[in-house]
């Protein structure tokens, strides 16, 4: 599969983005798609994730009541849903995949997921 990751761009602070991960090749059927981020001299880290069948999803703690993730299935497209903006978003946001597996159990470290996106930067300006 081939992941497209797009949406990023500048935004003030309080600002809001969306996100999109579109995939190529076959389709999110059974699979688990988290989101990361990295941002400068930053380890990846768990944004969120949702599972496709069921549309279950978990965020992080940082971006709970902020973002929202979701999915459509006819355009084999997720969307994550950034609103409040803040300067500590700033990053490069990646998607990425994984089958699932352990019923409701959510992965949530990078190692954990197969296939990724190319990134798309966001930067939130104070």
């Known amino acids: 599969v081939q992941l497209q990751a797009c949406g990023g761009g500048l935004v003030q602070a309080g600002g809001s983005l969306r996100l999109s991960c579109a995939a190529s090749?076959?389709?999110?059927?059974?699979?688990?798609i988290g989101w990361f981020r990295q941002g400068p001299g930053k380890e990846r880290g768990f944004v969120g994730a949702?599972?496709?069948?069921?549309?279950?999803?978990i965020l992080a703690d940082s971006v709970k009541g902020r973002f929202a993730i979701s999915g459509d299935s006819a355009e084999n497209t997720v969307y994550l849903q950034m609103n409040s903006l803040k300067p500590e978003d700033t990053a490069v946001y990646f998607c990425?995949?994984?089958?699932?597996?352990?019923?409701?159990?959510?992965?949530?470290?990078?190692?954990?997921?197969?296939?990724w996106g190319q990134g798309t930067q966001v930067t939130v300006s104070s």
């Open positions: 990425a995949t994984r089958p699932s597996y352990n019923g409701a159990y959510f992965y949530t470290r990078a190692v954990n997921y197969d296939a």
């Open positions: 090749g076959r389709t999110f059927s059974s699979h688990d």
């Open positions: 949702i599972k496709w069948s069921g549309g279950k999803t």
